[in-house]
């Protein structure tokens, strides 16, 4: 058994980053998930490096356990054909606005007409029933709307979006949980149902759960914004030959640094020593702590703070994150021989299960690699899927040279 979702059918019809990354968590989950791609194939092809057209880095790690068909839903036979699929499917997964969903045929209502049992899930921008429903929506927009880069400039600078697509794979990941909790009630009654996760409340839930603070109350007791998060020393700190990420959070976190740095007068001190008075003062105590950690090498600070069991860690970039000793224990990057890529590096399944393990089953495809086996194992059969490959309504991917 290849993970806890063995057996689910899921219909993805998503593009770029949001709804791949759901479907991704889903595939990675054991789910059986078609990747319905329109003739251009899903823009994340063309993202980042690649060595062959529409194989980017960007692709290749967004939609491994997935296997693609490319159909022209405009074109009447692909239209049907993924009809007769939806009847055995157990997930439909969309990114497309409503409307656009609805000019296809696919609107919520169609598809309970062919499957009452289908799980239709659409992750789009806004709720449907305010005057944002019909924009378009993408992270930077999304990050913008409910406040994130405003959040970033009271740390230090004009406004700026964080540097990753944050928006896309929160809300991928909420798209994800409501899937699999969909999933679940339909087992406890029979019953599928439409679940809609629109970017923008899905993004605010997760970015005012931290920062609404005073506006929590009504009159607001003190302004929006989580101070210690905000601060413009809240950063890596330099050491004499590197940088460290340190959590001095709790009392007693706190009064162990201040003995072991020699700061006695400070644990003692109430604007320090509890956690209502660091709160009022969290911008002298980052510029103290900034001030005292330029004084230590990064090896002498592992080592003082690691026996003190503060929280500690030597900051990585990216490139030297692969060499992690952590990380190759857990064997977190897997070097695997694509059919088509040649030797990648791609990223574990980061869970642990003791039963239903989730594995890596597929590469990330080709476009249309798999559009006649899909087809097939969906209930239409080879005469079928040659009309409509020769009518224009399919493209299935030529085999490997081998």
């Known amino acids: 058994m290849a993970g806890p979702l063995s057996g689910v059918r899921v219909l993805d019809l998503s593009s770029n980053f949001m709804g791949p990354y759901a479907s991704l968590l889903l595939a990675d989950m054991g789910a059986d998930v078609c990747k319905i791609e329109a003739p251009a194939g899903d823009p994340t092809r063309g993202v980042g490096p690649c060595r062959n057209k529409g194989m980017s880095a960007i692709f290749l790690h967004l939609n491994r356990n997935k296997r693609s068909a490319m159909l022209d839903l405009k074109h009447p036979e692909a239209a049907r054909a993924l009809q007769r699929m939806i009847e055995s499917a157990d997930v439909v997964l969309h990114s497309l606005r409503p409307k656009a969903m609805a000019k296809l045929g696919l609107a919520y209502e169609d598809v309970r007409k062919i499957n009452a049992r289908i799980i239709y899930c659409g992750a789009f921008g806004f709720g449907q029933n305010g005057p944002y429903a019909d924009r378009p929506a993408y992270d930077d927009l999304i990050q913008a709307a409910v406040g994130m880069p405003v959040l970033q400039a009271r740390k230090a600078g004009p406004p700026d979006y964080v540097a990753t697509a944050i928006a896309d794979r929160v809300v991928g990941m909420a798209t994800c949980n409501a899937v699999a909790m969909a999933l679940y009630y339909r087992e406890k009654t029979g019953h599928g149902q439409s679940v809609a996760v629109p970017m923008f409340e899905t993004f605010a839930h997760f970015v005012l759960g931290d920062h609404l603070y005073g506006h929590t109350f009504e ?131 980061p869970q642990q299960w003791s039963e239903s393990a989730p594995e890596q089953r597929y590469p990330a495809p080709r476009l249309g690699e798999h559009t006649r086996e899909l087809l097939a194992e969906y209930g239409l059969d080879s005469a079928q899927i040659q009309r409509m490959v020769d009518a224009g309504g399919a493209f299935q991917a030529p085999a490997l040279d081998p």
């Open 219 to 349: 009159p607001p007791i003190g302004d929006w914004g989580y101070a210690r998060m905000m601060s413009a020393e809240r950063r890596p700190y330099r050491t004499q030959d590197g940088y460290v990420g340190v959590n001095i959070y709790t009392d007693r976190h706190w009064q162990r640094f201040f003995l072991a740095v020699g700061r006695a007068d400070m644990a003692e001190d109430p604007r320090y020593g509890t956690i209502f008075g660091r709160t009022e003062n969290i911008a002298y105590l980052y510029e103290f702590l900034a001030r005292t950690f330029e004084t230590r090498t990064t090896a002498e600070w592992l080592r003082i703070l690691t026996e003190a069991d503060i929280p500690i860690i030597e900051m990585n970039t990216p490139g030297t994150l692969l060499q992690d000793p952590h990380m190759q224990a857990v064997d977190f990057f897997q070097m695997q021989q694509h059919p088509s890529e040649g030797l990648l590096r791609m990223l574990g399944i």
